[in-house]
């Protein structure tokens, strides 16, 4: 509009871009920064590139960690025999928050979505059936959103792996249909995870 | 909750403290800066220092800018004998999205507030009488917003600057009352600029 503040209107840009904020948020967002105390500014921007730089997936696993192996992974108390399979870092957490489950994880970090042009090669599949080979594995529980792409990633998956001699299983539809897993309350996500069936 | 990322974790709590971000919300930001390309994450990094940094107060009219004096200030073709005062450079904008003001502006950064502890030596109220007391001004437009807080402080200076020998005036009510100048349209806000009356 005329007179524009060049560094203010690359950083509104910047917060437009995230998921969820509009420009009048963005806008909000940005004079908050501007009024922040300089250690404050100085510590979010250091947060911002230390998250991007430090942050990376397991060697094993797929999830998000900051160190080589990630703390799921190195936990000698877990049962290694289950691998629980999840689309995302945050469906991790979520399973953690019931306190229930013991075995280990691997995250997809996808589905597989023809619509989207996701096929299974741009997941981390190669990884999983690695784990299995290298053995010790007797159990797959498919722990994919119960939405179209979910269940058509659990299907491809169950096919994939049954012939290497593992039991895989689904979760119970304890959660409701379409919903969103990372989202779902802890009973009913356990209950979930105890009901859970041979596909 | 048992294993956390530090950095991704730290990062959430910066995006928490932000104003009308939830937790659920930081999250999906935090996990949205992991997966921007590098060169993005460190240019929005850059960006906030750059405004925080860069960023500071018009040395005439106090709103904000990135160079000594505004490019507002600056214009030769601006009336310099009518000042509007306002809260905020988000006012500022406002106003210059109307196109139909051609003098310039004088930024209080906040309203006299003693509920909140904030009284007129915490307001950039020398500046605007020093601006008064150098001469040629004729003119003073009370524009703040039509609140409590507005309304006070727009009594407050007018009585201040009265006995400078200029004019002070408010702007028509034609803005609706209790509401926000940031919010309002433009013809409502040019409405309630040529409607202005003395004080």
């Not at 871009?17 to 940005?30: D, T, V, Y």
């Not at 995302?88 to 995250?107: C, I």
Request: with cysteine; charged share 25%; aromatic share 6%.
């Amino acid at each position: 509009m005329g007179y524009q503040i060049l560094p203010l209107t690359r950083l509104i840009e910047h917060f437009e871009r995230l998921p969820g904020i509009g420009k009048k948020s963005a806008q909000r967002l940005a004079y908050h920064v501007l009024n922040m105390p300089r250690e404050k500014a100085e510590d979010f921007a250091r947060c911002i590139l230390d998250a991007r730089e430090k942050i990376h997936r397991c060697a094993v696993c797929q999830n998000l960690t900051d160190v080589e192996k990630c703390p799921i992974c190195s936990d000698e108390t877990r049962d290694g025999t289950t691998i629980c399979v999840v689309e995302s870092p945050q469906d991790v957490q979520a399973f953690e928050r019931t306190r229930e489950y013991n075995g280990v994880y691997h995250v997809l970090h996808g589905l597989i979505s023809p619509m989207n042009g996701i096929g299974p090669d741009q997941l981390y599949i190669k990884e999983l059936l690695k784990r299995i080979q290298a053995g010790g594995v007797s159990e797959v529980i498919m722990a994919t959103n119960p939405t179209v792409e979910g269940e058509a990633t659990a299907m491809y998956l169950s096919r994939l792996l049954k012939p290497l001699g593992v039991r895989v299983t689904r979760l119970a539809y304890g959660i409701p249909v379409g919903g969103n897993l990372e989202y779902a309350d802890e009973v009913t996500l356990y209950r979930a995870l105890e009901g859970r069936s041979e596909i």
